[in-house]
Protein backbone atom coordinates (compact mmCIF):
# COMPACT_ATOMS: atom_id res chain seq x y z
CA UNK A 1 0.00 0.00 0.00
CA UNK A 2 1.42 3.31 -0.91
CA UNK A 3 0.72 6.06 1.24
CA UNK A 4 1.08 9.86 0.48
CA UNK A 5 5.08 10.01 2.06
CA UNK A 6 5.71 6.85 -0.74
CA UNK A 7 4.56 9.59 -3.54
CA UNK A 8 7.71 11.35 -5.12
CA UNK A 9 7.55 14.72 -6.78
CA UNK A 10 9.08 14.07 -10.27
CA UNK A 11 7.57 10.68 -10.58
CA UNK A 12 6.59 8.92 -14.22
CA UNK A 13 4.54 6.25 -13.96
CA UNK A 14 2.82 4.26 -17.63
CA UNK A 15 -1.02 3.57 -16.55
CA UNK A 16 -1.44 1.32 -19.19
CA UNK A 17 -3.83 0.98 -22.35
CA UNK A 18 -7.13 0.13 -23.41
CA UNK A 19 -9.03 0.25 -26.91
CA UNK A 20 -11.66 1.75 -27.81
CA UNK A 21 -14.55 -0.42 -28.89
CA UNK A 22 -16.86 0.82 -31.44
CA UNK A 23 -19.66 -0.65 -30.10
CA UNK A 24 -19.00 0.83 -26.15
CA UNK A 25 -18.18 4.30 -27.77
CA UNK A 26 -21.90 4.68 -29.03
CA UNK A 27 -23.34 2.94 -26.37
CA UNK A 28 -21.44 5.25 -23.87
CA UNK A 29 -22.64 8.13 -26.14
CA UNK A 30 -26.12 7.08 -26.43
CA UNK A 31 -26.34 7.06 -22.76
CA UNK A 32 -24.14 10.58 -21.83
CA UNK A 33 -23.39 12.48 -24.90
CA UNK A 34 -25.78 11.65 -27.74
CA UNK A 35 -24.05 14.22 -30.25
CA UNK A 36 -24.52 12.70 -33.66
CA UNK A 37 -20.91 12.53 -34.46
CA UNK A 38 -20.85 10.34 -31.17
CA UNK A 39 -23.32 7.96 -31.71
CA UNK A 40 -24.20 7.76 -35.58
CA UNK A 41 -21.49 6.42 -37.95
CA UNK A 42 -23.36 8.29 -41.11
CA UNK A 43 -24.14 11.59 -39.51
CA UNK A 44 -20.22 11.68 -38.18
CA UNK A 45 -19.12 10.86 -41.56
CA UNK A 46 -20.88 14.21 -42.97
CA UNK A 47 -19.54 15.98 -39.75
CA UNK A 48 -16.62 17.94 -39.55
CA UNK A 49 -14.85 15.25 -37.54
CA UNK A 50 -14.73 12.89 -41.03
CA UNK A 51 -15.63 9.97 -38.68
CA UNK A 52 -17.36 8.85 -35.62
CA UNK A 53 -15.28 9.89 -32.58
CA UNK A 54 -15.84 8.93 -28.54
CA UNK A 55 -17.04 11.40 -26.16
CA UNK A 56 -14.97 13.34 -24.54
CA UNK A 57 -16.06 11.89 -21.30
CA UNK A 58 -15.65 8.04 -22.51
CA UNK A 59 -11.99 9.27 -23.01
CA UNK A 60 -11.66 10.29 -19.84
CA UNK A 61 -13.57 7.58 -17.68
CA UNK A 62 -10.61 5.47 -19.70
CA UNK A 63 -8.18 7.21 -18.18
CA UNK A 64 -9.69 6.75 -15.18
CA UNK A 65 -10.29 3.69 -15.13
CA UNK A 66 -5.89 3.73 -15.87
CA UNK A 67 -5.57 5.74 -13.36
CA UNK A 68 -7.13 3.59 -11.08
CA UNK A 69 -5.23 -0.02 -12.26
CA UNK A 70 -2.01 1.90 -12.74
CA UNK A 71 -1.65 4.16 -9.79
CA UNK A 72 -4.55 3.84 -7.51
CA UNK A 73 -5.55 0.49 -7.00
CA UNK A 74 -2.47 -0.37 -4.14
CA UNK A 75 -2.89 3.04 -2.68
CA UNK A 76 -4.18 4.82 0.32
CA UNK A 77 -6.57 7.22 -2.08
CA UNK A 78 -8.65 9.73 -0.73
CA UNK A 79 -10.52 10.64 -3.71
CA UNK A 80 -10.27 14.25 -5.62
CA UNK A 81 -11.35 17.70 -5.23
CA UNK A 82 -11.33 18.23 -9.20
CA UNK A 83 -9.13 18.42 -12.13
CA UNK A 84 -7.26 22.07 -12.78
CA UNK A 85 -7.40 21.82 -16.64
CA UNK A 86 -8.63 19.44 -18.87
CA UNK A 87 -7.89 19.34 -22.60
CA UNK A 88 -9.30 17.26 -25.83
CA UNK A 89 -6.67 17.51 -28.02
CA UNK A 90 -7.53 15.26 -31.01
CA UNK A 91 -10.33 13.40 -31.91
CA UNK A 92 -10.15 9.31 -30.57
CA UNK A 93 -12.03 7.19 -33.20
CA UNK A 94 -12.80 3.47 -33.21
CA UNK A 95 -10.11 1.15 -32.42
CA UNK A 96 -7.55 3.84 -31.35
CA UNK A 97 -5.08 2.59 -28.54
CA UNK A 98 -4.94 4.41 -25.59
CA UNK A 99 -2.23 4.70 -23.21
CA UNK A 100 -1.75 6.75 -20.78
CA UNK A 101 1.13 8.11 -18.62
CA UNK A 102 1.00 10.46 -15.02
CA UNK A 103 3.54 12.52 -13.98
CA UNK A 104 3.43 13.86 -10.25
CA UNK A 105 4.03 17.84 -10.41
CA UNK A 106 3.40 18.61 -7.10
CA UNK A 107 2.86 17.02 -3.39
CA UNK A 108 2.03 18.89 -0.18
CA UNK A 109 0.41 17.99 3.00
CA UNK A 110 -3.39 19.49 3.48
CA UNK A 111 -3.66 22.75 5.21
CA UNK A 112 -6.99 21.69 7.68
CA UNK A 113 -6.71 18.02 7.86
CA UNK A 114 -3.43 16.27 9.36
CA UNK A 115 -4.49 12.69 8.07
CA UNK A 116 -3.97 13.52 4.64
CA UNK A 117 -1.61 15.09 1.81
CA UNK A 118 -2.36 16.26 -1.48
CA UNK A 119 -0.98 15.35 -5.14
CA UNK A 120 -0.68 17.34 -8.29
CA UNK A 121 -0.41 15.28 -11.65
CA UNK A 122 -0.23 15.67 -14.88
CA UNK A 123 -2.36 13.13 -16.55
CA UNK A 124 -1.16 12.50 -20.36
CA UNK A 125 -3.62 9.98 -22.70
CA UNK A 126 -1.73 9.02 -26.23
CA UNK A 127 -2.67 7.12 -28.88
CA UNK A 128 -1.48 4.56 -31.01
CA UNK A 129 1.01 6.98 -33.20
CA UNK A 130 2.43 8.35 -30.40
CA UNK A 131 -0.39 11.55 -30.56
CA UNK A 132 -1.43 13.09 -26.93
CA UNK A 133 -4.91 13.31 -27.46
CA UNK A 134 -6.46 14.69 -23.97
CA UNK A 135 -4.33 15.66 -21.28
CA UNK A 136 -5.80 16.62 -17.15
CA UNK A 137 -3.77 18.41 -14.39
CA UNK A 138 -5.85 16.68 -11.36
CA UNK A 139 -5.70 17.16 -7.87
CA UNK A 140 -5.69 13.98 -5.54
CA UNK A 141 -5.80 13.23 -1.53
CA UNK A 142 -3.46 10.38 -0.53
CA UNK A 143 -3.76 9.13 3.55
CA UNK A 144 -0.26 9.84 5.39
CA UNK A 145 1.59 7.00 7.03
CA UNK A 146 2.20 8.95 10.00
CA UNK A 147 -1.92 10.76 9.87
CA UNK A 148 -4.50 10.57 11.42
CA UNK B 1 -31.18 25.72 -34.23
CA UNK B 2 -28.86 28.05 -31.79
CA UNK B 3 -25.66 29.52 -33.63
CA UNK B 4 -22.72 30.96 -32.17
CA UNK B 5 -24.39 34.67 -32.71
CA UNK B 6 -27.81 33.40 -30.70
CA UNK B 7 -25.95 32.68 -27.53
CA UNK B 8 -25.76 35.80 -25.39
CA UNK B 9 -22.94 36.66 -22.58
CA UNK B 10 -24.72 36.22 -19.20
CA UNK B 11 -27.52 33.64 -20.47
CA UNK B 12 -28.10 31.51 -17.92
CA UNK B 13 -30.20 28.06 -18.91
CA UNK B 14 -31.72 25.93 -16.69
CA UNK B 15 -30.52 22.42 -17.72
CA UNK B 16 -33.11 19.85 -16.08
CA UNK B 17 -32.26 17.04 -13.70
CA UNK B 18 -31.38 13.56 -13.47
CA UNK B 19 -32.01 11.00 -10.37
CA UNK B 20 -28.74 9.14 -9.19
CA UNK B 21 -29.70 5.08 -9.58
CA UNK B 22 -27.49 3.11 -6.91
CA UNK B 23 -27.33 0.09 -9.53
CA UNK B 24 -26.22 2.49 -12.04
CA UNK B 25 -23.88 4.02 -10.14
CA UNK B 26 -22.63 0.45 -9.24
CA UNK B 27 -22.24 -0.54 -12.80
CA UNK B 28 -20.32 2.62 -13.82
CA UNK B 29 -17.66 2.40 -11.21
CA UNK B 30 -17.05 -1.25 -11.81
CA UNK B 31 -16.61 -0.78 -15.30
CA UNK B 32 -14.40 2.89 -15.21
CA UNK B 33 -13.67 3.88 -11.05
CA UNK B 34 -13.43 0.41 -9.25
CA UNK B 35 -12.50 2.72 -5.98
CA UNK B 36 -14.29 0.49 -3.22
CA UNK B 37 -16.09 3.71 -2.18
CA UNK B 38 -17.99 3.69 -5.67
CA UNK B 39 -18.41 -0.22 -5.95
CA UNK B 40 -19.12 -1.55 -2.63
CA UNK B 41 -21.58 -0.33 -0.37
CA UNK B 42 -20.06 -2.00 2.98
CA UNK B 43 -16.71 -1.07 2.05
CA UNK B 44 -17.96 2.72 1.75
CA UNK B 45 -19.49 2.47 5.20
CA UNK B 46 -16.29 2.04 6.15
CA UNK B 47 -14.62 4.58 4.14
CA UNK B 48 -13.92 8.26 5.35
CA UNK B 49 -17.38 8.76 2.93
CA UNK B 50 -19.40 7.15 5.20
CA UNK B 51 -21.58 5.25 2.70
CA UNK B 52 -21.29 4.82 -1.34
CA UNK B 53 -20.80 8.01 -3.50
CA UNK B 54 -20.95 8.23 -7.06
CA UNK B 55 -17.43 7.71 -9.38
CA UNK B 56 -17.24 12.24 -10.13
CA UNK B 57 -17.12 10.86 -14.04
CA UNK B 58 -20.17 9.50 -13.97
CA UNK B 59 -21.64 13.00 -12.32
CA UNK B 60 -19.38 14.70 -15.05
CA UNK B 61 -20.71 12.17 -17.48
CA UNK B 62 -24.40 13.05 -16.25
CA UNK B 63 -23.72 16.93 -16.90
CA UNK B 64 -22.59 16.32 -20.24
CA UNK B 65 -26.05 14.28 -20.40
CA UNK B 66 -27.86 17.46 -19.24
CA UNK B 67 -25.71 19.85 -21.13
CA UNK B 68 -27.00 17.74 -24.28
CA UNK B 69 -30.92 17.78 -23.20
CA UNK B 70 -30.74 21.37 -21.95
CA UNK B 71 -28.35 23.15 -24.75
CA UNK B 72 -26.69 21.24 -27.24
CA UNK B 73 -29.49 19.18 -28.83
CA UNK B 74 -30.65 22.55 -30.55
CA UNK B 75 -27.37 24.28 -31.24
CA UNK B 76 -25.12 23.99 -34.14
CA UNK B 77 -22.25 22.66 -31.38
CA UNK B 78 -18.60 22.08 -33.14
CA UNK B 79 -17.29 20.29 -29.82
CA UNK B 80 -15.25 21.15 -26.67
CA UNK B 81 -11.49 21.80 -26.42
CA UNK B 82 -11.72 21.28 -22.69
CA UNK B 83 -12.60 22.19 -19.10
CA UNK B 84 -10.78 25.04 -17.66
CA UNK B 85 -11.81 23.51 -14.31
CA UNK B 86 -13.69 21.40 -12.55
CA UNK B 87 -14.67 20.73 -8.62
CA UNK B 88 -16.19 18.38 -7.37
CA UNK B 89 -17.68 19.46 -4.28
CA UNK B 90 -19.81 17.40 -2.39
CA UNK B 91 -20.31 13.28 -2.56
CA UNK B 92 -23.25 12.55 -5.01
CA UNK B 93 -25.14 9.36 -3.15
CA UNK B 94 -27.63 6.95 -4.26
CA UNK B 95 -31.67 8.55 -4.56
CA UNK B 96 -29.71 11.91 -5.43
CA UNK B 97 -32.12 14.46 -7.68
CA UNK B 98 -29.38 16.54 -9.20
CA UNK B 99 -29.88 19.15 -11.30
CA UNK B 100 -27.92 21.76 -13.26
CA UNK B 101 -27.98 25.62 -14.95
CA UNK B 102 -25.17 26.68 -16.70
CA UNK B 103 -24.74 30.67 -17.62
CA UNK B 104 -22.68 32.08 -20.33
CA UNK B 105 -19.23 33.84 -19.21
CA UNK B 106 -17.57 34.42 -22.37
CA UNK B 107 -18.33 34.56 -26.01
CA UNK B 108 -15.73 35.39 -28.81
CA UNK B 109 -15.30 34.50 -32.32
CA UNK B 110 -12.34 32.15 -33.05
CA UNK B 111 -8.99 33.57 -33.86
CA UNK B 112 -8.40 30.86 -36.59
CA UNK B 113 -11.36 29.64 -38.02
CA UNK B 114 -14.27 32.03 -38.91
CA UNK B 115 -16.85 29.29 -39.38
CA UNK B 116 -16.80 29.25 -35.62
CA UNK B 117 -16.97 30.82 -32.20
CA UNK B 118 -16.59 30.24 -28.54
CA UNK B 119 -18.23 30.37 -25.37
CA UNK B 120 -17.23 29.60 -21.98
CA UNK B 121 -19.57 28.69 -19.41
CA UNK B 122 -20.05 27.93 -15.77
CA UNK B 123 -21.92 24.71 -15.37
CA UNK B 124 -23.16 24.17 -11.31
CA UNK B 125 -24.59 20.73 -10.50
CA UNK B 126 -26.81 20.53 -7.53
CA UNK B 127 -28.52 18.19 -5.46
CA UNK B 128 -32.26 18.31 -3.89
CA UNK B 129 -30.62 20.48 -0.85
CA UNK B 130 -29.92 22.94 -2.90
CA UNK B 131 -25.91 22.53 -2.26
CA UNK B 132 -23.85 22.21 -5.51
CA UNK B 133 -21.93 19.27 -5.49
CA UNK B 134 -19.86 19.65 -9.13
CA UNK B 135 -19.41 22.66 -11.12
CA UNK B 136 -17.19 23.06 -14.74
CA UNK B 137 -16.31 26.01 -16.12
CA UNK B 138 -15.87 24.74 -19.78
CA UNK B 139 -15.54 25.41 -23.42
CA UNK B 140 -17.20 24.99 -26.70
CA UNK B 141 -17.44 25.59 -30.15
CA UNK B 142 -20.14 26.31 -32.01
CA UNK B 143 -20.88 27.59 -35.66
CA UNK B 144 -21.33 30.89 -36.92
CA UNK B 145 -24.78 31.69 -38.96
CA UNK B 146 -22.46 33.86 -40.63
CA UNK B 147 -19.75 31.96 -41.01
CA UNK B 148 -18.15 29.09 -43.26
Known sequence: MRYWEDIKEGEVVELGSSTMDKESMIAFAREFDPQPFHTDEKAAEGSIYGGLIASGWLTG????RLFYEGFLKDS??????GIDELRWLKPVRPGDMLSARLTVTEKMPSRSK????????????????????MTTKGVNFF??????
Chains 1, 2 share one sequence.
Not at 61 to 64: A, D
Not at 122 to 129: A, R, S, T
Open 114 to 133: PDRGLIRSLMEVLNQDGEVV
Open 61 to 64: STLM
Open 143 to 148: RRRSGG
Open 76 to 81: ASMGSP
